[in-house]
């Protein structure tokens, strides 16, 4: 526990966690699925969470405070976000694997130098830093620009989903976005570099060269930042989990962490 930690301690929130479990237990670690910035669990719970359990995995999803079904927090910081994943995933039954969306990669990453996780999955991660407040200027300025001045971060259907995604899912999943809280934009927007995971774990990279978020750069950069090269899905959108073909990267990351040595 670090000192200032103990010294100001991050305030409690009532956090809202979705689950579904395997029929059959074979013992694999449970998954604990972290959104990004606006979406709750319930981007996970739309189709991934029950795929997970079919393949034999735990399944869980937590929404962040001031997200989702969670307690409204309008000046949540990134280390309150932090918090929340590790608190939840200590309360799981076993050594958890964190996986990561959007921005929800970047709070993955900073839970993972005070939770000894099993594993890591980034997926189309949003690390921060100038390069992330300047791609996501060029792509979507109008939806940008509030939120470096404390606004709302909008962001539209084609940064998020395939072109082949149904326009009526697109709008329902538009409808249920909400917002982060305004300090941690702008700590998104700071870019500070998280500590070294506990334990050093495998982490898996997973992107979308044609995310209209995430520039394939900066997937590059998220993978060898722990020794690896992303794994790649074209024609899909930011949200891989929630575009038509949301099956084949969660295929993908569930058979490498079954192939991973000593992880299954």
Known sequence: MRGREWAHPVRPARRE??????????????????????HGAWAFAEH?????????????????????????????????????????????????????????????????????????????????GAATAGAALRANPLGT??????????????????RELPEADARRHLARLGRAGWRAQWQLLAGRPAEPAVGRPPVLVLGSPDDRVVPPTALTRAARRYGAAPL??????HDLMLDTRWQEPLDALLDWLAKEPGRS
């Open 17 to 38: 966690v979705l689950g579904v479990d395997p029929e059959l237990e074979e013992g694999r670690p449970p998954l604990l699925f972290v959104p990004g910035f606006g």
């Open 48 to 128: 991934w969470l029950e795929y997970a359990a079919s393949r034999g995995f735990p399944a869980y999803a937590m929404s962040l405070r001031g997200h989702g079904g969670s307690e409204p927090a309008p000046g949540a910081t990134l280390r309150a976000y932090t918090h929340d994943v590790v608190q939840v995933a200590a309360g799981l039954p076993r050594q958890a694997v964190l996986v990561g969306h959007g921005a929800g990669a970047l709070v993955v990453s900073h839970a993972l130098a005070r939770y000894p996780a099993r594993a890591a999955v980034l997926v189309a991660p949003v690390l921060g």
């Open 145 to 162: 620009l509030p939120a470096l001045f404390g606004g709302a971060l909008r962001l539209h259907r084609r940064q998020l989903f395939s």
């Open 232 to 237: 790649l899905f074209p024609g899909m959108g």
